[in-house]
């Protein structure tokens, strides 16, 4: 079969190797469509944090696929069923997967990191990891159920946007593109701020979506929000940047009694003052992956239609030549590239 492999730092290959045998308690399933995501192209590089992956690495943790054989012990599935993955695996016995917060076990592991991943065209995963894909939903959408149901965790659980409010979400890469689809579906009006690097596919992509853009290289967003907000500031501001300058940037334009929700792992330590924190009553929140009811509710939003997954996605890159995908990501060149193993 097919896989894509990390074999060091910035260089990936297609090869061709056996298609794995799944034992009796898990699922081999044939993958049909696989994304690229921000946390792919840190460990395509080899940044720092990710340095513990084993080299090499068949890499790929967003897909979905169609179930082609079912382990002896397993019941309740069949081949033909169409599945995704939820890729981070949680360890079931820590205080936090106790304490109903699975998505910051402290023993997780990492599909395509801990384990060879999805960029193949095969794969086996355990029962307990997989949900059911809706029939209508076609496999090419659901690939990125995995990105939006982190969108879902910002937005429905670690927010407290509501219809009507107006939300900046600070960064037009994948993650930050779903969170302003999934705040567009609620009914907020929503604007993704963005630099000079992503006005030629990234911000114009969100344009299409119908949601507002800024490039803040080239346009004022503090005379941006005073207009758009009357001089209050924005109710909710999103940071998805990963820069260590986001979470200052979002202060200056949460309005007072507004919250700040940061998503991006900011890429270096920053030094925020906390007095306009603090004096504005400004909540400052996290959202970290997801968990299984963010999964569910990521693939009824595209159950119902209400994120224009075709718009976001970008099929132009081959599976046999991955390092083009990694590359134009990594440059700003696309946003939400995948590899399609059954086209």
């Not at 939820?86 to 106790?98: A, L, S, V």
Request: hydrophobic share 35%.
């Amino acid at each position: 079969m097919k896989s894509i492999v990390q074999t060091g730092t910035r260089t990936v290959e297609t090869q061709t190797r056996e298609i794995p045998s799944p034992n009796s308690d898990e699922l081999l399933v044939k993958v049909h469509t696989a994304g690229l995501c921000g946390s792919d192209a840190h460990a395509y590089k080899y940044d720092g944090g990710y340095e513990w992956i084993p080299i090499p690495r068949v890499m790929g943790h967003e897909y979905s696929g169609e179930i082609v054989e079912v382990g002896g012990n397993i019941e309740g599935f069949a081949e033909g069923d169409k599945i995704v993955e939820e890729p981070i695996h949680d360890c079931g016995d820590c205080f936090q997967c106790k304490n109903g917060q699975s998505n910051v076990c402290q023993n997780f592991s990492i599909t395509g990191m801990h384990r060879d991943g999805a960029y193949a065209e095969y794969v086996t995963v355990a029962p307990e990891h997989v949900h059911a894909v809706p029939e209508t939903v076609p496999l090419r959408h659901a690939a990125i159920t995995e990105p939006t149901s982190i969108a879902t965790r910002a937005v429905f659980d670690q927010s407290v946007a509501t219809p009507g409010d107006t939300i900046l979400v600070e960064g037009p890469g994948p993650i930050g593109v779903l969170i302003a689809a999934v705040a567009d579906s609620l009914g907020a009006n929503v604007v993704v701020s963005g630099l000079d690097h992503d006005a030629t596919y990234r911000l114009p992509l969100i344009e299409d979506l119908g949601i507002e853009t800024i490039n803040v290289q080239s346009d004022d967003l503090d005379a941006y929000t005073e207009s758009v907000t009357d001089g209050t500031g924005f109710d909710v501001v999103f940071d998805a940047t990963g820069h260590h300058a986001g979470i200052e940037t979002t202060i200056q334009h949460v309005r007072k009694g507004g919250q700040v929700v940061v998503v991006g792992i900011p890429n270096e330590t920053s030094e925020v003052s906390l007095t306009p924190v603090v004096r504005g009553e400004i909540e400052i929140n996290t959202s970290y992956g997801s968990t299984w009811t963010n999964f569910e509710q990521a693939l009824r939003l595209m159950e119902n239609g209400a994120i224009a997954v075709d718009q976001i996605l970008d099929p132009s890159y081959s599976v046999d030549n991955p390092s083009s995908a990694f590359e134009a990501f990594l440059d700003s060149e696309t946003c939400k590239p995948i590899f399609q193993f059954d086209s």
